[in-house]
């Protein structure tokens, strides 16, 4: 059995006869006739009625085509697929990401290089800290989106904006009547929720942590957000992932000036002189047009 014969066994069935196949694929009608008696011949089946004025599947023949328009549709896709490649599009583009960035920012722009170049398959990789860098840094991704660039001689990047870390505790916990005026010495006794640094290689850091607090180590702002607002220890959060709760009450800002809100800027970062597929690149250039702020 060969894509051949299924292709001429469709043609037969979707223009009403072997005449009207041979036409449509520039074929003699000898020819077409040849390729299905082979094809019914391997399978030890009759494929069509031919009693009939013009050919009429079998039960057999009906339920074989519509398994050939399958086979010859992932025939197509597979075509289409080494295409896509040929024309040096990469088979992934991976993108290590900052679990601070404000994803709802990056999609349409994500959604835009991925439906353009749907034989390639994304991977995207969410890190704390230093995590992020390090991903690119060993090889794991071909960009990196951070608020951390540690040696800016061996990368190129872009500002793509800032996230905004506010301290917060809910309404729930017992410093909530005191939130507007605590100071860091108030909570010296405290739980104060940290994300982990996901880096592997070297040492774990930190931000905007007290250090008489009892640290519980979470690992995602997620969690992170869930602890807190059960009544459970504070934090400092990125303001886009409480702006919600803040406004409905059910979390309260710690407003003295040891909470004043720290800014990170946000860069996309890659690596100098690594070339980098037409998908990749496509993605830099429009982060770089639609910086989120």
């Not at 809100?261 to 597929?277: H, Q, S």
Request: charged share 25%; with cysteine.
């Amino acid at each position: 059995m060969t894509l051949d014969q299924l292709t001429v066994l469709c043609a037969i069935v979707e223009n009403g006869g072997f005449r009207a196949a041979s036409e449509k694929l520039h074929r003699s009608q000898s020819a077409i006739s040849i390729a299905i008696k082979k094809l019914e011949d391997e399978l030890q089946i009759s494929l069509f009625l031919r009693n009939q004025y013009r050919p009429v599947l079998t039960d057999e023949g009906r339920s074989l085509y519509e398994k050939a328009k399958t086979v010859l549709g992932h025939a197509e896709d597979f075509t289409n697929l080494a295409e896509h490649y040929a024309q040096g599009e990469e088979p992934e583009l991976r993108l290590a990401m900052s679990a601070i960035m404000p994803v709802e920012n990056l999609m349409p722009i994500i959604s835009d290089v991925t439906q353009a170049a749907s034989a390639t398959r994304l991977s995207l990789l969410v890190e704390n800290l230093h995590g992020t860098m390090e991903r690119l840094e060993d090889g794991d991704a071909d960009i990196a989106i951070t608020e951390f660039l540690p040696n800016e001689m061996d990368y190129e990047y872009v500002v793509l904006g800032t996230v905004e870390f506010v301290a917060v505790v809910s309404a729930a916990s017992t410093y909530a009547a005191e939130a507007a005026s605590l100071r860091e010495r108030d909570l010296e006794d405290s739980v104060q929720i940290v994300v982990r640094d996901t880096s592997r290689h070297r040492e774990k850091k930190t931000v905007g942590v007290v250090k008489a607090t009892t640290q519980w180590m979470v690992n995602d702002f997620n969690m992170k957000k869930r602890i807190i607002t059960s009544g459970i220890g504070w934090g400092r959060m990125p303001l886009h992932m409480v702006e919600s709760e803040l406004k409905s009450g059910e979390l309260l800002l710690l407003k003295s000036s040891d909470f004043d809100p720290i800014e990170a800027t946000i860069k996309m970062v890659r690596k100098k002189r690594k070339l980098v597929g037409p998908v990749a690149e496509k993605l830099w250039g429009l982060m770089k047009e639609r910086a989120f702020n």
